[in-house]
């Protein structure tokens, strides 16, 4: 189960990432090494993230839940955000 979510997650960011704007001058063999690549480091970056908040918080169940799905939020909504502004800077 942990695996197919890893991959969906992967795959999902990876399409996310492919249609963008800023990727629309770059080859479709680029397209798909900087999405995949770019995927990847987010991806694992997260978990690297989870990883060392579960380490450091008490083992309590509901807080690691809150803090995963807070820290969960927060990511995707960076990672929205910073992906719009490179988007907002290609010329149209």
Known sequence: MTNTLLVGSVIGTGCYLYSRPHLQGATNGQKLFYAGFGSAV???SSILL??????????NKAVGSIV???SCA????????YVSLIDSQVKK
């Open 74 to 81: 927060v990511l995707v909504k960076s990672g929205q955000s």
């Open 50 to 59: 989870w990883a060392i908040l579960r380490s450091l918080l008490p083992d």
């Open 68 to 70: 995963g799905l807070a």
């Open 42 to 44: 987010f991806t694992f």
